[in-house]
Nanobody, 121 residues
């Protein structure tokens, strides 16, 4: 499975961004698609996850109510819509795929290269 993120960039606080992650290859192996992020000097952090076949998404407390994860199975693409962005959302955002339902990074087998999101105050 190959994952390619896009949509990062520089935005002012209070603004919005939509990240995209296109999956290719053996996508039949995917059960869950997740987004994670890592800010400078901080640990890898779970952001959101969605099952490829549907169900209720899961969000980190830090983004719940401000972000929406969605998928387009026909395009093998998952999205992360982020609104009301804060400077503390600044990080490299990674898309990941897992063969099980999980919000733990260790359970994800495939990772994208990451896309930078910078929120200015």
């Amino acid at each position: 499975v190959q994952l390619e993120e896009s949509g990062g960039g520089l935005v002012q606080a209070g603004g919005s961004l939509r990240l995209s992650c296109a999956a290719s290859g053996s996508t039949f192996e995917i059960y869950t698609m997740g987004w994670f992020r890592q800010a400078p000097g901080k640990e890898h952090e779970f952001v959101a996850a969605i099952a490829w076949t549907g169900g209720t998404p899961n969000y980190a407390d830090s983004v719940r109510g401000r972000s929406t994860i969605s998928r387009d199975n026909a395009k093998n693409t998952v999205y992360l819509q982020m609104n009301s962005l804060k400077p503390e959302d600044t990080a490299v955002y990674y898309c990941a795929a897992s063969g099980t339902w999980s919000v733990a990074g260790r359970d994800y087998d495939y990772w994208g290269q990451g896309t930078q999101v910078t929120v200015s105050s």
